[in-house]
């Protein structure tokens, strides 16, 4: 009922660009202004924008939420100046008084946690208890790169020659471009951010187009702890735009790391571009993650988990389980469960509490799934469940599918249905015999982030997680594909880009690395006993 009021509210005020008070509470909470004006979206040390204007469109009612002025070319090039004269102020300061001020951000971020978990509900789309989890991300890698800042140690290597030494150096590194995906708008920056600042670097962030307000109110809670300090807003700058500002960004010689983060497509090309002029990149591209359920395992944890992996975030997570892999014995009974938990789902407005499914979270999307369902009728495929758009009132209004279980007729894994990476609800199952063959599917796809095995015999695990075993960055046992931790790094392999980011040893690419040996002799001998006399 309060979902039908909202949408007809939203409805009704699209003309005369009055916000629903739906969406103006969310906004209102994070002062970002419900009036009609124009919002700018670049942030420098001070905040404009006088490129093309973005609209923020609300993926539940189709309301327009604000229109923001992306950044033009010259204002990319200021921001750019800018946070090379800021990297360079901020380079001198020592780490842990840098880790200070990611803990000051902590502090920031977890005041307003729920507040920007609901404008990610409102958004990108994800259920609120996701959209908050997003920002809880964002304040665990917080702490993890304040404790980093007092790690971030070189080493000390033994020379061969006398009294000499080698020291590995780490420094910062210059700028780091993040460009970052639509699905999960505040929590992959904030594991950039959090490192690079942390590192000394002057970071400079250029969001979905798509999302814009979840970045403008990320941006203005980092630049007021930036601004308290005393310290140049330009070491966490923000350029909104679309395809031209990305491109602009990444082709340009003075950002030393560009932190790409979405879909193969396009991480192909930014590589390449980086790569041409020698930059760093970190990339960190689509998944295609199976899970497989052996016949020991514990379907009353595995089917939940499936179905979270499969349905969480209306299947826009880039860990989201896309293929099932069962063994025969025991696919009846976990496909009649699973369908069970189906039946179960609740969809509509993402930010009310006992919502399960939200949007898609474009009207792009719903090509995305129609085009993926097409080709399962064309090939024939049993559709179990789902297949098709919820088109009654009021989910009408936003970008609503119904989660969707097939069973392609196919087992090539090379076949397009199994090796492509569909950003929306849609679950490929299949049939195996033997773990290896199920292994085998499992990494002849192009992506390798996630994956998962679920059984209780260690013999198994121990033939999954081996050179033999699954090829993925993320490799679970009992665990589902989705939802992992900031603590390990994370990434994925193949075409999912070998990118890896927030935790383990991700930080050393955030730093430049030098060897310097040291001479404390009176002598001056080559390496390797060379000799070289005049
Ligand atoms: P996308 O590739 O369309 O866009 C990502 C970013 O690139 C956006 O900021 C976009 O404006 C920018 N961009 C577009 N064209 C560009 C160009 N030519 N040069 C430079 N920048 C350009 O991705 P999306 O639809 O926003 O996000 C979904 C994809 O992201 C999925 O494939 C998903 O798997 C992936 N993803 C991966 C991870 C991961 O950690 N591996 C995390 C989240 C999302």
Redesign the pocket.
């Known amino acids: 009922m309060l979902f039908t009021r909202i949408t007809r509210l939203a409805l009704n005020t699209r003309s005369t660009r009055q916000l629903s008070s739906r969406a103006s509470t969310v906004l209102s909470a994070l002062d970002i202004p419900t009036t009609p004006t124009e919002l700018p979206g670049v942030y420098d040390g001070q905040w404009k924008g006088s490129g093309d204007v973005l609209e923020s469109i609300c993926p539940t009612t189709g309301e327009v939420l604000a229109r923001v002025k992306s950044a033009s070319p010259e204002e990319l090039s200021v921001a750019l100046e800018k946070a090379r004269e800021a990297y360079k102020e901020f380079r001198l300061i020592p780490a842990p008084r840098r880790g200070e001020l990611v803990r000051q951000l902590r502090e920031a971020l977890a005041a307003k946690r729920d507040e920007l978990g609901a404008l990610v509900s409102l958004e990108m789309g994800k259920i609120k208890t996701e959209g908050v989890g997003e920002v809880q991300e964002f304040v665990d890698i917080c702490d993890y790169a304040v404790g980093l800042s007092r790690m971030m140690n070189g080493r000390v290597v033994s020379s061969e020659r006398p009294g000499h030494t080698i020291l590995e150096v780490p420094n910062p590194l210059g700028i780091v471009a993040v460009?970052?995906?639509?699905?999960?708008p505040v929590a992959?920056y904030g594991w950039n951010l959090s490192i690079s600042m942390a590192a000394g670097n002057a970071t400079i962030w250029?969001?979905?187009?798509?999302t814009p307000l979840c970045s403008i109110a990320v941006t203005k809670i980092v630049a007021s702890v930036l601004e308290k300090n005393g310290l140049p807003g330009a070491i966490a700058g923000l350029v909104t735009?679309?395809?031209d500002i990305?491109?602009a960004?990444?082709e340009d010689r003075d950002v030393e790391m560009v932190s790409?983060?979405?879909?193969?497509?396009?991480?192909r090309?930014?590589g390449k571009?980086v790569q041409s002029r020698f930059g760093k990149t970190l990339l960190?591209?689509?998944?295609n993650n199976a899970s497989i359920i052996m016949p020991d395992a514990d379907l009353s944890l595995a089917v939940p988990a499936v179905f979270f992996g499969s349905v969480g975030t209306a299947g826009?997570?880039?860990t989201s389980t896309r293929r099932l892999y069962l063994h025969r014995s025991i696919a009846p009974e976990f496909l009649s469960r699973l369908q069970g938990l189906y039946g179960t789902i609740r969809a509509g407005d993402p930010l009310a509490t006992d919502t399960l499914l939200g949007p898609l979270h474009t009207r792009g999307a719903l090509g995305i799934y129609s085009s993926a369902i097409d080709q399962l009728k064309a090939a024939d495929a049993e559709i179990l469940t789902g297949g098709s758009r919820y088109d009654e009132a009021p989910l009408d209004q936003g970008n609503f599918v119904r989660p969707t279980i097939a069973i392609p007729k196919t087992l090539d894994p090379t076949h397009e249905m199994w090796a492509t990476?569909r950003?929306a609800p849609v679950l490929y199952a299949a049939e195996f015999d033997e773990l290896e063959q199920a292994i085998e599917w499992n990494n002849a796809v192009p992506q390798g982030?996630s994956s998962s095995l679920w059984t209780r015999d260690l013999r198994n695990v121990g033939k999954w997680i081996g050179p033999a075993g699954s090829d993925a960055g993320i490799v679970n046992v009992n665990v589902g594909t989705s939802g992992a931790e900031i603590g390990a790094a994370?990434?994925?392999n193949k075409s999912?880009?070998w990118?890896r980011?927030s935790g383990g040893d991700a930080w050393k690419q955030y730093v430049r690395w030098s060897a310097c040996t040291l001479n404390f002799s009176d002598e001056a001998p080559l390496a390797q006993g060379v000799s070289f006399d005049a």
């Open positions: 460009l970052s995906a639509f699905n999960f992959v250029k969001p979905s187009p798509s735009g679309g395809k990305g491109e960004l990444v790409f983060t979405g879909s193969e497509a396009v991480g090309k930014v571009v960190e591209l689509g998944g826009q997570r880039c990476e950003f982030l994370f990434g994925g999912t880009g990118g980011e």
